[in-house]
């Protein structure tokens, strides 16, 4: 884990310390980048109501409010808000005291991925979870507008050495994945014991005689170049102080 993430994780417990201790039931979240979208607070009226506020008071519970910038940010649709809906929501959400404390006690000895897989996937799925649809805000890290520590974009003011760093922890390099699902999903007639040989040079060299002439020379040198890298570096843990 990175230096940066292991930052970020320390400011939500910061946060989910003062919420948990707070004298108000509930609490709005908000990251610093955050951008409220058009239909902002259509959506919080309609949804984010005293009733369910009380309904839910006094056990875990957090609303995600917004995620990544995508298609969603422009559906027209009734708002409606849907419960066990995962999405990585970490830059604007509504939880109580009860869910921060939770999140604190989950993560008060050993932490092992970053602070939204934790909240949203590990966590929230175990307590009540809305989602808001559409999504009221989005983060402008993610919507390339300002550069991003945590992961990198490539745009302008990201540091180079930082997002290569970022690249070289990644436990997937979707590049080889992709080229290794080609390669045996276009090789028919492979037992269980052939695909298990298949490998290196072996699987290059299969998909080379199997792929029609006019289509050679792309993705079997990409198969060749992913069998020497592989995946990746694989994911580490980072004790909390």
């Known amino acids: 884990m990175l230096v940066e993430q292991v930052a970020n994780w320390l400011s939500f417990r910061k946060a989910w310390r003062e919420i948990a201790t707070g004298r108000h039931e509930w609490y709005l979240l908000v990251e610093d980048d955050v951008k409220f979208a058009p239909r902002a607070a259509e959506c919080w009226n309609a949804l984010v109501t005293p009733r369910l506020l009380e309904q839910c008071a006094g056990s875990p519970c957090i609303i995600r409010c917004g995620w990544q910038l995508s298609p969603a940010y422009i559906d027209d649709l009734p708002p409606e808000l849907p419960e066990g809906i995962v999405r990585m929501a970490n830059h604007c959400s509504v939880l109580n005291r009860a869910m921060a404390q939770a999140l604190l006690d989950?993560?008060?000895?050993?932490?092992?991925?970053?602070?939204?897989?934790?909240?949203?996937?590990?966590?929230?799925?175990?307590?009540?979870?809305?989602?808001?649809?559409?999504?009221?805000?989005?983060?402008?890290?993610?919507?390339?507008?300002?550069?991003?520590?945590?992961?990198?974009?490539?745009?302008?003011?990201?540091?180079?050495?930082?997002?290569?760093?970022?690249?070289?922890?990644?436990?997937?390099?979707?590049?080889?994945?992709?080229?290794?699902?080609?390669?045996?999903?276009?090789?028919?007639?492979?037992?269980?014991?052939?695909?298990?040989?298949?490998?290196?040079?072996?699987?290059?060299?299969?998909?080379?005689?199997?792929?029609?002439?006019?289509?050679?020379?792309?993705?079997?040198?990409?198969?060749?170049?992913?069998?020497?890298?592989?995946?990746?570096?694989?994911?580490?843990?980072?004790?909390?102080p």
């Open 106 to 240: 989950g993560s008060d000895e050993l932490i092992c991925a970053t602070s939204d897989v934790f909240v949203h996937e590990a966590v929230a799925l175990q307590h009540r979870n809305f989602t808001v649809f559409p999504p009221m805000s989005y983060d402008l890290s993610f919507a390339l507008k300002v550069p991003s520590l945590i992961r990198p974009k490539g745009i302008a003011g990201d540091d180079p050495a930082h997002a290569a760093a970022v690249k070289k922890a990644l436990r997937i390099d979707w590049r080889s994945i992709r080229a290794w699902v080609h390669s045996l999903a276009w090789a028919p007639g492979f037992s269980a014991t052939e695909a298990q040989k298949a490998t290196g040079w072996t699987l290059a060299r299969r998909w080379a005689e199997l792929e029609p002439p006019t289509a050679r020379g792309g993705l079997a040198e990409t198969a060749v170049a992913a069998t020497g890298g592989g995946a990746g570096a694989g994911a580490h843990c980072a004790e909390t």
